[in-house]
């Protein structure tokens, strides 16, 4: 819909009356920001759809501690389901992508965690382009980063922020801060953390390439004023520009299809058909098709315009114009489980929000500039290494694991993959587990998206340990299920089908759990809710059984439209001119820790190569 006070959205007789050279489908993380930069050149016509809504200004998506408010919420989050799952019990999972402009940029808890230096590197040694490496990517890091540096007393308990200003970025769009407030049992974490042997001393800046221990970790707010608001796709690379001439944006529209020409004995993509207002319409490009519609949907686009396995489909009734069998597959997805205690008398939890007096006064405060909960997200997170929470029994069954590749035997990159997976085991520099303290209720088992229905005069009082799997060995896809663009692609994780991900997984639960029996933390809670307190967390089948039915998605999908397998080192879709995939769905491997920071890195990276053939041309 268009808008005054934002004159790049338009409506579908405008957009269908523009000329464009680049149309870019899906306006979130990646496509906003490719969009921003490609229209910096004037005479360079840029056009975006996307498929929610705008939602610019929405007091839910700015405010950081509202973010419960938009994952799972229909009117913000696509929801999809998987297939069942074998792995979980062949239980169901919801699967949360953001659903509007800024994509899940708008929705997620907003926490800023690059990854360590050599997961980069190993993208380089996987695909053989060495400009995808750490050193290729760190100056992209470097321009997204709006860092703030912390300059008054906060109000938070944890760890002190430790960072180095050469690792960030000073004037990017995105900007980044520490917490402000935070609960003071993460106090009692980290200090029980080192108390039980953990290595959780702090990196001297997580974001150098190193994030190994616990630290307080960076969020996408902006403290500049106020309390301080979300800083996403949004705010940084469409608020700022949206009186660009040259750059057009629709909402409420979605693409069915990449329209893809043959020329000789090529295929070149000359624009897209998509449907908005229950009709539907084609647009046409002068330079490229990019697609940025995300891991979900990408590759179910990819598919919807003939590109991918000749026989999927015909099966749906479409003419394979670019047969490539890896579109859809490789799909990796963080996994986390949880372990839940009730906190004491006294201890302050996230769950006395649900007292309306309570409530009412975060939000006052928040709204006075005086920050607390309302004005932070997640605070404090932490990496470790298998090999320092392991015994040498644990690490040989392990490796015999990742070295077992049985039928993978036939795909030489995947038997790569598993290669680097069994020598991050034995290196200590190596993020195998991520933990982070929610402290507030959190029922893992709910795989589904369902909430507790609240008890009348019930308030709980608990805080939660969320343990994640950031390298999982299982191995999913994503592909259409229907020629029927409106009908949602069939989303298959996999989820710990590899033993390797229950066994790592429950080594990390096992550590968690002795660091809540030890002091000073183990004199804040009252007992364990989540296993229960009977269970003997010693018990390795009973540990595994519990991750079954108690593990759920992290919200960090990638890999279904791979560096190396679909796309060239240029972003280009291998058999296709004029056609690229710039989103998580290029990641060749999964990387420790969230994910956006990695978006926004790959997607300035991908607008500089674009700019460059530009000028090359």
């Known amino acids: 819909m268009a808008s005054t006070a934002y004159p790049i959205l338009k409506t579908v007789d405008e957009f269908c009356q523009a000329s464009f ?9 990646a496509g906003l920001t490719v969009a921003a930069r490609l229209s910096e050149d004037p005479k360079i016509r840029v056009g975006v759809i996307e498929a929610g809504q705008s939602r610019l200004d929405d007091p839910n ?9 938009l994952i799972g919420n229909p009117e913000y989050d696509w929801k999809w389901t998987t297939v069942p799952q074998a792995g979980t019990g062949n239980r169901s999972h919801e ?13 997620n808890l907003m926490m800023y965690i690059r990854g360590q230096a050599t997961e980069y590197d190993d993208w380089a040694t996987i695909t053989g382009y060495q400009t995808w490496g750490w050193n290729g990517l760190k100056p992209f890091f470097l321009k997204h980063e709006g860092f703030i540096t912390p300059s008054v007393p906060s109000q938070r308990s944890g760890v002190p922020p430790s960072y180095h200003q050469e690792h960030h970025g000073q004037s ?64 940084g690379y469409l608020r700022p520009n949206r009186e660009r001439e040259n750059l057009c944006v629709l909402t409420e529209a979605s693409v069915d299809c990449v329209l893809l020409k043959k020329k000789g004995s090529g295929v070149t993509a000359v624009g897209v058909r998509f449907t908005a207002n229950g009709r539907s319409f084609t647009t046409m490009c002068q330079k490229e098709v990019i697609v940025s519609a995300g891991t979900v949907q990408s590759p179910q686009i990819l598919e919807l315009s003939g590109i991918g396995d000749r026989s999927r489909l015909e099966s749906h009734g479409i003419e394979c114009l670019v047969e490539n069998d890896n579109v859809g597959e490789h799909l990796e997805d963080h996994v986390m489980t949880g372990l839940v205690y009730d906190l004491v008398e006294g201890e302050f939890s996230l769950d006395s929000l649900a007292v309306e007096a309570v409530a009412e006064d975060a939000m006052e405060k928040y709204i ?86 609240p008890v009348p005069g019930v308030v709980n009082n608990r805080v939660t340990v969320l343990v994640s799997l950031t390298h999982p ?13 409106t009908v949602a692609p069939q989303i298959d994780p996999h989820y710990l089908e590899d033993p390797m991900d229950v066994k790592i997984l429950s080594a990390g639960v096992r550590v968690a759990d002795r660091v809540f029996q030890c002091s000073p933390l183990v004199e804040k809670v009252k007992g364990r809710v989540f296993p229960e307190a009977e269970m003997d967390m010693n018990d390795a089948p009973l540990r595994e059984a519990y991750i079954r039915r108690h593990t759920r998605t992290e919200y960090h999908p990638v890999g279904t439209a791979g560096l190396g397998r679909v796309v060239d080192e240029n972003l280009s879709v291998f058999g296709v001119k004029g ?28 607008a500089e190569m674009i700019k460059g053939e530009q000028d090359s041309s």
Do not use: C
């Not at 998506?61 to 408010?69: H, K, Q, S, V």
């Not at 949360?96 to 708008?106: D, E, M």
């Not at 933990?435 to 369902?450: E, H, K, M, N």
């Not at 056609?579 to 890195?601: E, H, K, Q, T, W």
């Open 21 to 29: 050279d680049y149309l870019i489908v899906g306006g979130g993380t």
């Open 95 to 107: 699967y949360n992508r953001g659903k509007g402009l800024g994509g899940s940029s708008a929705i």
């Open 172 to 235: 990017g769009p995105i900007r980044t801060s520490f917490a402000t407030w935070s609960a003071p049992v993460l106090d009692e974490w980290h200090q029980a953390s080192k108390n039980v042997g953990l290595k959780w001393d702090s990196p001297h800046d997580a974001w150098s390439g190193n994030h190994l221990g616990g630290f307080s970790n960076l969020s996408t707010i902006d403290r500049t004023s106020g309390s301080g608001t979300r800083s996403y796709a949004v705010t």
């Open 579 to 606: 056609l690229r995939v710039v989103d998580a769905s290029v990641f060749p491997l999964s990387i420790s820790g969230n994910i956006m920071a990695a978006v926004y890195a790959v997607a300035e990276k991908a």
């Open 368 to 453: 006075k500039g005086e920050g607390g909960p309302m004005a932070n997200t997640l605070t404090s997170t932490g990496f470790i290494s298998m090999l320092k929470i392991t015994t040498d029994e644990e690490m040989k069954d392990l490796e015999s694991l990742a070295l077992a590749t049985g039928e993978l035997g036939k795909n030489s990159s995947l038997v790569q993959e598993r290669r680097i997976l069994e020598g991050r085991l034995r290196n200590e520099e190596s993020a195998s587990l991520q933990f982070f303290i929610l402290p507030a209720s959190f029922d893992p088992s709910r795989v589904d998206g369902s909430r507790a229905p």
């Open 473 to 485: 060995a299982s191995r999913g896809s994503i592909h259409l299920s229907s020629g029927d663009p």
């Open 61 to 69: 998506i700015l405010t950081p501690g509202a973010y419960m408010r």
